[in-house]
């Protein structure tokens, strides 16, 4: 499960990236590799996504604390035989980050990692690949 984001992550064809706020950017659209772009509301007790499916390999998940405790959204799951997780820091309320993930086809896990609040429900499928 802890696995964190090492070199050797990055080597496997993890890319992560963590922006400020203001992440306006509709520029993705038109580069060789196709970028979706998915919404993250984290509020109590929900991950407030709308898209778990998605159609390539890479992701950019721009993600705002909509609600009032200290949230997070983190990606996890296996490359390979590995355990891999990623994920933004502790937002607090309104403040935003942005993760871009590239990763093989499969099925991942989202969450908040903070407390217990995946167990209250801040937890999502996530699937790349989809067609
Ligand atoms: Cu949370």
């Known amino acids: 499960m802890k696995a964190g984001l090492g070199a050797g992550l990055l080597g496997m064809g993890l890319l992560a990236g963590m ?3 203001q992440a306006n950017s509709t520029s993705a ?3 060789a590799a196709q970028v979706q772009t998915v919404q993250v ?3 109590e ?6 898209t778990v ?3 390539g390999t890479a992701a950019r998940f721009e ?3 909509d609600g009032q405790y200290p949230h997070a959204f983190k990606l996890e799951g296996k490359l390979g035989n590995q355990n891999f997780e990623i994920a933004t820091p502790v937002l607090r309320a309104g403040e935003k980050s942005v993760l871009l993930v590239k990763l093989p086809a499969g099925t991942y896990e989202a969450d908040c990692p903070v407390g217990d609040h995946e ?3 801040m937890k999502n499928t996530v699937v790349f690949g989809k067609k």
């Open 45 to 50: 007790w929900t991950l407030g996504m709308q």
């Open 63 to 65: 993600v705002e604390n």
């Open 19 to 21: 922006v400020g706020a």
């Open 53 to 55: 499916n998605i159609k």
């Open 29 to 31: 659209q038109s580069g």
């Open 119 to 121: 167990e209250r429900g």
């Open 41 to 43: 509301k984290l509020k």
